[in-house]
Nanobody, 118 residues
Framework: QVQFVESGGGLVQPGGSLRLSCEVS?????????VGWYRQAPGKQRELVAT???????NYADSVKGRFTISRDNVKNTASLEMNNLKPEDTAVYYC???????????WGKGTRVTVSS
């Protein structure tokens, strides 16, 4: 089993920045698989935001391209999401997980809440 602890969320004004962190524990062999960041806005389904493969290949949802940057550290078993030029529509609870085909495959952590508001 794999566990995820997300942190770094908060309240930020539009145009601001945040850096989210994800600590992965448990069967850390899985850290060599693709890691994804996801988000769930109020009243909406959870959606994939970005992924990074073990080799460093990155993919982003169209809505965050050019604003968000995903990264990972396979030694520390962590993943990060740098978010810039935040918009109110980025407001959501953000989660990380091991990604297969666009879906997280392990139990979800508690996530970290991001609120973008003036």
């Amino acid at each position: 089993q794999v566990q995820f602890v997300e942190s770094g969320g908060g309240l930020v004004q539009p145009g601001g920045s945040l850096r989210l962190s994800c600590e992965v524990s448990g069967n850390t062999v899985n850290i060599y698989r693709t890691v994804g960041w996801y988000r769930q806005a109020p009243g909406k389904q959870r959606e994939l935001v970005a992924t990074v493969s073990s080799g460093g290949n990155r993919n982003y949802a169209d809505s965050v391209k050019g604003r968000f940057t995903i990264s990972r550290d396979n030694v520390k078993n962590t993943a990060s999401l740098e978010m810039n030029n935040l918009k109110p529509e980025d407001t959501a609870v953000y989660y990380c997980n091991i990604d297969v085909g666009g879906y997280g495959i392990y139990y979800w952590g508690k996530g970290t809440r991001v609120t973008v508001s003036s």
